[in-house]
Antibody, heavy 122, light 107 residues
Framework: QVQLHESGPGLVKPSETLSLTCAVSGYSISSGYYWGWIRQPPGKGLEWIGSIHHSGSTYYNPSLNSRVIISVDTSKKQFSLNLNSVTAADTAVYFC???????????????WGQGTLVIVSS | SSELTQDPAVSVALGQTVRITCQGVSLRSYYASWYQQKPGQAPVLVIYGKNNRPSGIPDRFSGSISGNTASLTITGAQAEDEADYYCNSRDSSGNHVFGTGTKVTVL
């Protein structure tokens, strides 16, 4: 079955760039769907960060758009998140997920990775 | 702030029925999907589209829509259904957004 796994540094200094990678197994990224990033600050709700198609087409959350870049490497079966100029407010568990952006208004995220906690602190 | 509003918390007696709602103008144009999240775990998709359950999701979970309100109903709630539930859809600009979340307690 499809599995996703996030990896990257658990601690990032303020003003630096947060970089995470999501490895996909059991499904080819090139076969379709979008691939997304979602985050959850400690004790708070979910926030969509952005999503990418294997063609390179991207959608970003407007509130993060100026700081986010999501890229895909189909040969490595992975996609990545870069969030620059981080502050303490970017401390969160970061999840990756397969993202269906469908016609007729049907959208969903499934499955999800287990998540990785990133703390922004000096 | 989210354009999808959920009640912060609801409780249900074991074996009874609970409805969790998600309100937003954009729900007149887009379906909601629903996620269950238990402490320390990743969210799990439980309902998507008009009323579709992914493989492995019990049939006590169902979805519906009325006007600008989407609902997730758990019929015959079990102890293992105690969790946070989030709706997801698109906002008025077409951006993807999650609801504020509802904590379900099974008594």
């Amino acid at each position: 079955q499809v599995q996703l796994h996030e990896s990257g540094p658990g601690l990032v200094k303020p003003s630096e760039t947060l970089s995470l990678t999501c490895a996909v197994s059991g499904y080819s990224i090139s076969s379709g769907y979008y691939w997304g990033w979602i985050r959850q600050p400690p004790g708070k709700g979910l926030e969509w960060i952005g999503s990418i198609h294997h063609s390179g087409s991207t959608y970003y959350n407007p509130s993060l758009n100026s700081r986010v870049i999501i890229s895909v490497d189909t040969s490595k079966k992975q996609f990545s998140l870069n969030l620059n100029s981080v502050t303490a407010a970017d401390t969160a568990v970061y999840f990756c997920a397969r993202h269906q952006i469908g016609v007729a208004g049907v959208n969903w995220f499934d499955p999800w990775g287990q998540g990785t906690l990133v703390i922004v602190s000096s | 702030s989210s354009e999808l509003t959920q009640d912060p918390a609801v409780s249900v007696a074991l074996g009874q029925t609970v409805r969790i709602t998600c309100q937003g103008v954009s729900l007149r144009s887009y379906y909601a999907s629903w996620y269950q999240q238990k402490p320390g775990q990743a969210p799990v998709l439980v309902i998507y589209g008009k009323n579709n359950r992914p493989s492995g999701i019990p049939d006590r979970f169902s979805g519906s829509i009325s006007g600008n309100t989407a609902s997730l109903t758990i019929t015959g709630a079990q102890a293992e259904d105690e969790a946070d539930y989030y709706c997801n859809s698109r906002d008025s600009s077409g951006n993807h957004v999650f609801g504020t979340g509802t904590k379900v307690t099974v008594l």
